[in-house]
């Protein structure tokens, strides 16, 4: 069966620091995969998808950045860190379940910008 | 623009029924989805409708009405663990999720 693991699941950075949060699934391959910021009293913002190694499409403008350097792990990062920047962070990946194309999320990081 | 709406906050009796609504403006459908998601977790996958009707899941159902933009989710008797948030999500003509910010629904004994 397939699963998705996301980390680190909580932590506390200042202002201008760099980012690094690490996804990978397991029991698939090239899986489709999704960063989602979400954010309180709004609907999940996608951030990146990948459809494949090296692949990224982007939806929001912003400092963040994503890579996937391997198939199944799927990277978001940060040069600068901002307040705004603070937020649940969600890693996904596509999937057909009970006939549907359905999102499967990791555990989710939250992130804390001071 | 695309706009999902959904109730902010319900409250509900413990072993009742609950429906939570969701209505939709998008640019074409490709899907309805319901998520749940408990406090400080992920979402999970609760439903998918592409059909109008009702589609029933245990003590979960779920409603679609196209002409309307229209979904409800019906919770039947309901148990504490059911307290979470319920996020109704679009599928767009060009396959992209449009989400609602999510119903928390609060369960009362």
């Known amino acids: 069966s397939q699963t998705i693991h996301q980390w680190p699941a909580t932590l506390v950075q200042p202002v201008g620091s760099p980012l690094s949060l690490e996804c990978t699934v397991e029991?698939?391959?090239?899986?489709?995969l999704y960063w989602y910021r979400q954010a309180a009293g709004r609907g999940l913002q996608l951030l990146f998808y990948?459809?494949?190694?090296?692949?990224i499409s982007s939806e929001v403008p912003q400092n963040l950045s994503a890579s996937r350097p391997q198939d199944r792990q799927f990277i978001l990062s940060s040069k600068k860190l901002l307040l705004s920047d603070s937020g649940f962070y969600l890693c996904?990946?596509?999937?057909?379940?009970?006939?549907?194309?359905?999102?499967?999320f990791g555990a989710g990081s939250r992130l804390t910008v001071l | 623009g695309q706009n999902i709406d959904q109730p902010t906050e319900m409250t509900a009796t413990e072993g009742a029924i609950v429906q939570i609504n969701c209505t939709y403006q998008?640019?074409?459908?490709?899907?309805l989805f319901w998520y749940q998601q408990h406090a400080g977790e992920a979402p999970t996958f609760l439903s998918y409708?592409?059909l109008d009707g009702l589609e029933e899941k245990g003590r979960f159902s779920s409603f679609l009405s196209r002409s309307k933009g229209y979904s409800y989710l019906l919770l039947k008797e309901l148990q504490m663990k059911d307290s979470a948030s319920y996020l109704c999500?679009?599928?767009?003509?060009?396959?992209?999720?449009?989400w609602g910010a999510g119903t928390k629904l609060i369960i009362k004994p």
């Open positions: 996904a990946w596509g999937g057909v379940v009970s006939g549907a194309n359905v999102l499967t």
């Open positions: 029991g698939t391959s090239n899986p489709n």
């Open positions: 990948s459809v494949g190694i090296g692949q």
């Open positions: 998008t640019s074409g459908f490709n899907g």
């Open positions: 409708n592409v």
């Open positions: 999500a679009v599928k767009d003509s060009n396959y992209q999720l449009i």
